[in-house]
């Protein structure tokens, strides 16, 4: 076993500490890597609190993880030492139910093993992720950077932000002569934005706060809507083939209902801890609406989505934190007061005093 060091939450109302605990030894199909860079989601602090109701304790939450390989199993074919790798939400499924086979993994039938909060496959034990200073991960889900290594900070929140917004993207068609709309410019919003200009849709950012509106424009959006304007949003009515809503809390969907065409969807990716207001159903039918769902993507489509960031130049725009502020960013990120996405440079955690 190879000892090692995160921070973990003991409780649902403890704040995150320094934790130790031990990953396994390398299998023969299985990759070491060295964890250089770690982005933070809501998902970490939901789980962290328990606010799904779900949650192993202890949990050590992070799965946007960059790192560096320092060894592998001798059946690895794909990485060797020194390659820079990523891990994702996923570090394994059932691997042969339907979805699987389809290289769908996030939708496993019995359920994929999340990075952290388990169950691990077949034991059911509780997974440990990336606020940590190593991990081993089956070759299968790991992925691989291209990126330079001055980007790699910038990266980490490409494994989830830049996934759960390509999928949909890539799933619905958004492109050229399509009129995409991104609900909220947060972690997954900017991504996005970004994602969706790159695609080469015509790009509308949906927000509540005016003052966001020069970012956005920054980032690719064509247009911004500020969605509290019923003259703003009335002026964009049956008008759009495609919105992706990443607002992780309740809010009304009618509204934005109201603005796709007939065929158009809306697709939710943000995750709220309580349930948004129920839609009108007179909304969806006089104009064949779908209102649908979206999680993450499958490891082929993720590298699909890597590949594609680096071939554009895409990477998150991040706020570099050490890990002992890990508290005080969730506060902050409660508070909307980043942008876009906090990344915890695990060399602060390396330098920390054994405990």
């Known amino acids: 076993m190879i000892p090692t060091r995160g921070y973990a939450a003991v409780s649902a109302s403890s704040p995150l500490r320094l934790f130790g605990f031990e990953r396994r030894d390398p299998g023969p199909n299985d990759v070491q890597i060295e964890i250089l860079y770690c982005g933070v989601r809501h998902s970490d602090l939901h789980t962290a609190r328990n606010e799904w109701q779900n949650t192993l304790y202890p949990s050590v939450p992070g799965h946007e993880i960059v790192g560096r ?40 039938e019995p359920g994929f093993t999340g990075t952290y909060n388990g169950p691990e496959q077949g034991t059911g034990a509780n997974t440990y992720g990336g606020y940590a200073e190593s991990i081993v991960v089956d ?3 790991v992925l691989r950077v291209t990126h330079g290594l001055e980007h790699l900070s910038a990266v980490a929140p490409l494994m989830c932000a830049g996934i759960t917004t390509y999928s949909p993207l890539r799933q619905w068609g958004a492109g050229p002569g399509k009129k995409v709309g991104i609900v909220g410019l947060g972690g997954l919003g900017h991504m996005g934005v970004k994602i969706a200009h790159a695609l080469g849709a015509q790009v509308v950012l949906f927000t509540t706060s005016p003052g966001k509106s020069e970012d956005a424009r920054r980032l690719g959006a064509d247009e911004v809507i500020v969605s509290r304007e019923p003259e703003q949003m009335a002026a964009h009515a049956d008008s759009f083939d495609l919105i992706v809503d990443t607002v992780a809390a309740p809010h009304d969907l009618d509204a934005l209902l109201l603005t796709l065409r007939r065929d158009g969807t809306l697709v939710l990716v943000g995750a709220p801890p309580t349930p948004h207001p129920s839609p009108q159903v007179f909304n969806l039918i006089f104009r064949r609406r779908r209102l ?61 005093p054994a405990a």
Request: glycine share 10%; proline share 0%.
């Open 139 to 141: 070759e299968a889900f």
């Open 69 to 108: 390989v320092v060894a592998t199993g001798a059946l690895v074919t794909r990485f060797r030492a020194g390659d820079l790798a990523g891990v994702g939400c996923m570090v394994d499924s059932c691997r042969r139910c339907g979805a699987c086979l389809e290289g769908l993994e996030q939708y496993c």
């Open 292 to 352: 649908a769902g979206s999680l993450i993507g499958g490891i082929a489509e993720t590298q699909e989505m890597l590949d594609f960031c680096g071939q554009h130049g895409l990477t998150a725009d991040i706020e570099m934190i050490r890990m002992d502020q890990i508290n005080e960013a969730y506060e902050r990120m409660l508070r909307s007061d980043v942008k876009y996405r906090f990344v915890i440079d695990m060399a602060s955690l390396r330098e920390q």
